[in-house]
């Protein structure tokens, strides 16, 4: 009898289930960098040269410098050139640990990691990883930029304009938004000055 109790105890007996271990394999994350001004993609080069010199492309991913297409107008003559989205700084994909910090650290012409915390030293130093939904916009954004065109103009300026509504008119600039690659000017229209807006691939400086 007590040996058939024992077997209905044992075959009661509640398993407790296995307590799923956390995955503690370090990810790759995106960090910044700050560097001399300048030298963001002196950086970029040397910081690849030393992850192939010194085997660590298994802990350092990517380097990027976030740049937008530029094209600037002068004198009739075109010239394109790639300017920097956040001057200063350069973004790295990276597992971070030690040896990791060290390599990134230590490219010449990187003057700091992003990070929190008093003092920067190779134990108590903390980077701020970019947040996912941060980094995607940044790299979107560098990927999806139309070319910002530059136009060697000034208020008072005399311009033809070369397409739309008001082609083959003549103008004077009354305001000018480089940011947005647009003007403002005043065209002669039946004897009457009339205020129109402009992109800068509309006109040519006269």
Known sequence: MTTENNENQTNNEIVEPVAEKKDKTPKK????VHTYSGYENKVKTNLEKR??????GE????????QKPVTKIKDGKKTEREEKIYPGYVLVEMILDEDSWYVVRHTAGVTKFIS???????KRLKPIPVK?????????????TVAKVELDVKVGDKVKIVSG????????????????????????????????????????KV
């Open 29 to 32: 994350r995106w960090y910044v």
């Open 51 to 56: 992850i192939e010199y010194m085997n660590m």
């Open 59 to 66: 802990k350092i991913f990517r380097v990027e410098v976030p």
């Open 116 to 122: 929190a915390g008093a003092k920067e030293n190779s």
């Open 132 to 144: 996912e939904s941060e980094i995607k916009k940044i790299l979107y954004k560098t990927q999806t």
């Open 165 to 204: 509504p008001f082609s083959d008119f003549d103008g004077i600039i009354t305001e000018v938004y480089p940011d947005k690659s647009k003007l403002r000017a005043t065209v002669s229209i039946f004897g009457r000055e009339t205020p129109v807006e402009l992109e800068y691939k509309q006109i040519q």
